[in-house]
């Protein structure tokens, strides 16, 4: 099969690379030259672990291209996808259509072929329906089908989500567009991963329905953890014991400073917008993404409580600035919330992220920026470990401890415990929904 990619974002570009590595001929489009200049001397403008050697395995292979020119991309493809963004729109919160459309048209004004119009952007539902009327408009004598096919990937490990999916969706109107889509993702049939073929509108709402629930659990536990705070409880093994429940399940189980990234927050938002438009109020989601930010909002508090009561002439080491680890991406990161807090209040906030340091140095400003954990730590105040990255997980706790001004750690991600903590020698730890602790001053502790 030959297939366009249009986009090279996070979902294009993953999406484009794994069909290629399926066998498909894959050109991937994009109207950023130095986007394209990069995929083109192998360098990936995102970070994913291992998309670097699956890209340079398949371009070496033919399989897979890129180019600025959409109708050579077009040329005798069986399929086109539409990977664009579709952020939350200003003012509303649904989700901005602009770049879908206008791909959609533009394809529609090149195509001389049959072909399928795969809309791999997460879209509300009816989307797909309009792009077909807008193709029908632009190109009223092109023949062809349009499909909506959500994608599922997990930041940080999304090649492995894609080549072994829980599920893929592919919702069409037509068995020719449903045999195309069957061509192209036969590697997986073959394989017996579950392929799930409905009509548009349900595999537009498969994707909310999911993401929704997801930032659900995740907002649930974190009610929970604070509840925990207050009564005693340990919401780790309130955690294990409820995800031990096969009706549950173990996964988005675990308390932190709220959720972030590319997708749950505008998907909420989107998906709370269409119910309204609908007359249907999605009243859970609605709560869960006003509880998501009060959580952001009490992990401040949190560390105010820590620093005595003020942030100001305090240093502050924060450990962990993207949403998630093993990613670069810091869209609605709780980062963005709590460390401006820090710097407004009179902090001197030091970071260090193994892959946020790009984005971060925008999205943060008055911030210092350390290569690694010890030098963050330096003279601090208050440790803060924000982002649970396997670099922060087997910290010498000891050594970080002897070198702040007061050793206080704040694990916002739950990756120690008081007895890691105490051992370290820290006066002070607090972590998500589960007891810390506050060193009281005795006879014959000194300074230092």
């Known amino acids: 099969m030959k297939i366009a990619m249009i986009g090279t974002g996070y979902v294009g570009l993953v999406s484009g690379v794994c069909f290629s590595d399926f066998g498909h001929d894959v050109v991937c489009v994009d109207k950023d030259p130095k986007k394209i200049e990069m995929l083109e001397r192998g360098e990936i403008p995102i970070y994913e672990p291992g998309l670097d050697r699956l890209l340079a395995k398949n371009v070496e292979a033919g399989r897979l ?8 991309a077009l040329h005798e493809a069986d399929a086109v996808f539409i990977a664009v963004g579709t952020p939350t ?3 509303d919160g649904h989700a901005d259509l602009s770049y879908v459309m206008a791909a959609a048209e533009e394809i529609a004004r090149i195509a001389d072929h049959y072909i399928v119009i795969v809309t791999k952007s997460t879209v509300p539902v009816g989307t797909n329906r309009q792009v077909k009327q807008a193709v029908k408009k632009a190109n009223p004598d092109l023949d062809f089908d349009v499909a909506s096919n959500p994608e599922f990937l997990r930041e940080g490990a999304a090649i492995d989500d894609f080549m072994k999916p829980d599920r893929v969706v592919v919702g069409v109107q037509t068995e020719r567009a449903a045999e195309v889509m069957a061509e192209i993702y036969r590697p997986l ?11 548009l509108e349900s595999a537009e709402m498969i994707k909310y329905a999911a993401n929704a629930f997801l930032a659900t659990k995740i907002t649930f536990i974190n009610e929970i953890a604070a509840l925990c705070e207050r009564t005693g409880a340990d919401v780790k093994q309130v955690s294990q014991g409820m995800g031990l429940d096969g009706r549950i399940g173990k996964k988005f189980l675990h308390s932190g400073p709220g959720y972030g990234g590319s997708c749950f927050p505008k998907d909420t938002r989107a998906l709370a917008r269409t119910g309204q438009e609908y007359g249907i109020p999605m009243q859970i989601t609605e709560k869960v993404i006003s509880v998501n930010e009060e959580v952001k909002r009490r992990m401040i508090d949190k560390l105010l409580d820590m620093c005595d009561g ?3 002439g305090k240093t502050i080491g924060v450990l962990g600035v993207t949403f998630k680890p093993n990613t670069d991406d810091m869209r609605e990161a709780p980062s963005l919330t709590i460390i401006p807090a820090l710097v407004g209040g009179g902090a001197k906030v030091k970071v260090c992220d193994p892959q946020g340091r790009h984005e971060g140095e925008t999205l943060l400003p008055g911030v210092q920026w350390a290569d690694d ?4 730590t330096h003279k601090a105040d208050l440790l ?4 649970e990255w396997n670099e922060f997980r087997a910290l010498d706790l000891k050594r970080i401890a002897r070198k702040m001004a007061t050793p206080r750690l704040a694990d916002l991600r739950n990756i120690y415990s008081v007895k890691d903590a105490k051992r370290a020698g820290f006066e002070a730890y607090e972590s998500v929904g589960r007891a810390g602790f506050l060193k009281e001053p005795s006879e014959g502790d000194t300074d230092g």
């Open 384 to 387: 803060v470990i924000l982002t």
């Open 89 to 91: 729109r200003r003012g």
């Open 65 to 72: 291209s890129f180019t600025l020119d959409l109708p050579s």
């Open 310 to 312: 003020s942030f100001n």
């Open 373 to 376: 954990p010890y030098k963050c």
């Open 189 to 199: 049939y073959l394989r017996e991963f579950p392929i799930l073929t409905t009509d």
